[in-house]
């Protein structure tokens, strides 16, 4: 089986930079500003066309208005762009079902290759075919995409373009309505059928395929490490690449879990034992396990939780000095053999992140404590990456936020896209 998709309004949400660079292209020529629902138009057709018909240019302006729009698009515009929440797992549920699969578009071929790349798309796709002197026939491109012996195949897309191409090259059609063209258009257009989200997709073409695994990430710090920031960061890194992220904590993250956060975190809770404590973050685990994460990964989301075991191992076993291989004892049965694929690790000394702390928000019990708490806090992870140097990520948390963001995400990236290979 083949399946063909359509790149802009079908595998990328990409307005921001088109509409961007075709507003900049008609400034710079003095033409006026075209409404909104005439620049949606702009979406899926070739680019000498939308501003020949669209805007009333002549084929020589329309020529101009292309090389300028090209300027800003190349550059900047092709990255305003990101990759529709659930792709990803259809791309991967349809590699299961064992098809081919690739991208036919009415974008260049320069640019089409390095918003694939850039997101980490490449490697799904057998073949990629575009335009090619302003030439966007949607049937002959579909033509050059199959092989003679295809068998069943699909053409998947927004616009009625797609859905007429592949109806004249004589395959199935399936239309997306969360791209650029009305559902009206689709059917009008001759969809067979139609997928309202980016995972119906798969769930129409393959509805017998399941069972693709997410995965299971972590951060850990020092309290002062700048945590909070960097997950933020990293989310908004992930959506863009059309991961489906679940953003959870420990300890929380569940209703329980939540109330068992205030008890820990609680100034007045003074005579609180070591072991209460390591049994409370263990319970409030056992609980976030089951109802969260297992069930997140399961369903090919990708769980990003600020802090996991390793606090514990780290802050009780290290900071309250139980010991690691007693706080492992204790939570073996709250994590049950669940445990994140990767951890980024952000490495500040522990008087640096005192500095930072100090200049933050009022100390909670845990934040509280002396100096060489944290320093033993620090020992722990330390301890702990020594021992499964594989599953951390180390990153240097002093620099500047931006420099941080990048190394994490580089990592973190590189890692999913190997899972999902
Ligand atoms: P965190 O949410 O990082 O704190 P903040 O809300 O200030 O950003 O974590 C809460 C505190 O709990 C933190 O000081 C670390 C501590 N902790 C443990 O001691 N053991 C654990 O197992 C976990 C998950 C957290």
Not at 24 to 43: H, Q, S, V
Not at 324 to 347: C, S
Not at 372 to 380: K, L
Request: aromatic content about 8%; some cysteine; proline content about 4%.
């Amino acid at each position: 089986m083949w399946v063909l998709f359509d790149l802009d309004g079908t595998l990328t949400q990409s307005e921001e930079g088109i509409w961007n660079s075709a507003r900049y292209a008609l400034n710079k020529m003095g033409w006026p500003e075209p409404d909104e629902a005439t620049l949606r138009k702009f979406i899926g057709p070739p680019l000498i066309w939308s501003f020949r018909e669209l805007c009333g240019m002549t084929e020589e302006q329309a020529t101009a208005a292309q090389t300028v729009y090209r300027e800003r698009y190349n550059t900047i515009g092709l990255f305003e762009n990101h990759v529709y929440p659930g792709i990803r797992y259809s791309l991967r549920c349809l590699k299961k079902a064992g098809a081919q699969l690739g991208v036919v578009t009415g974008k260049p071929e320069n640019a089409t290759r390095r918003i694939l790349e850039h997101f980490g798309l490449s490697c799904f796709f057998e073949t990629v075919v575009c335009a090619t002197d302003n030439k966007a026939d949607k049937e002959l491109m579909i033509r050059k995409a199959l092989p003679e012996d295809a068998g069943e195949a699909w053409m998947v897309g927004d616009r009625k373009f797609d859905m007429e191409g592949g109806t004249r090259a004589g395959i199935h059609t399936l239309g997306v309505t969360y791209g650029y063209g009305s559902e009206q258009e689709l059917t009008e257009s001759g969809a067979e059928k139609l997928a309202h989200t980016p995972r119906e997709i798969a769930e129409v073409i393959c509805p017998e395929t399941k069972g693709i695994c997410g995965a299971f990430l972590s951060m850990e710090g020092l309290d002062g490490s700048g945590k909070g920031t960097q997950l933020e960061r990293l989310l908004d890194t992930l959506k863009q690449y059309g991961f489906e992220v679940v953003l959870t904590r420990e300890p929380g993250g569940t209703p329980i879990g939540e109330k068992i956060r205030g008890i820990l975190l609680d100034r007045e809770n003074t005579g609180m034992t070591d072991e209460t404590e390591a049994l409370l973050y263990a319970a409030s685990r056992a609980q976030h396990v089951r109802e969260v994460i297992r069930p997140a990964v399961r369903d090919g989301k990708i769980v990003l939780c600020d802090r996991f075991v390793d606090s514990s191992v780290a802050y009780q076993g290290g900071g309250r000095q139980m010991g690691i291989d007693r706080v492992l004892e204790i939570n073996k049965h709250a994590v049950d053999g669940t445990m994140p694929d990767l951890t980024v690790y952000l490495e500040i000394g522990h008087r640096k992140a005192l500095e930072r702390r100090c200049a933050a928000s009022e100390p909670d019990r845990m934040e509280m404590e002396a100096e060489n708490f944290h320093a033993r806090v620090e020992d722990g992870y330390h301890q702990l990456i020594a021992m499964d140097p594989e599953r951390f990520a180390v990153v240097d948390a002093e620099g500047d936020r931006d420099g941080i963001a990048a190394e994490i995400a580089e990592k973190v990236l590189k890692k999913l896209l190997e899972i999902e290979a």
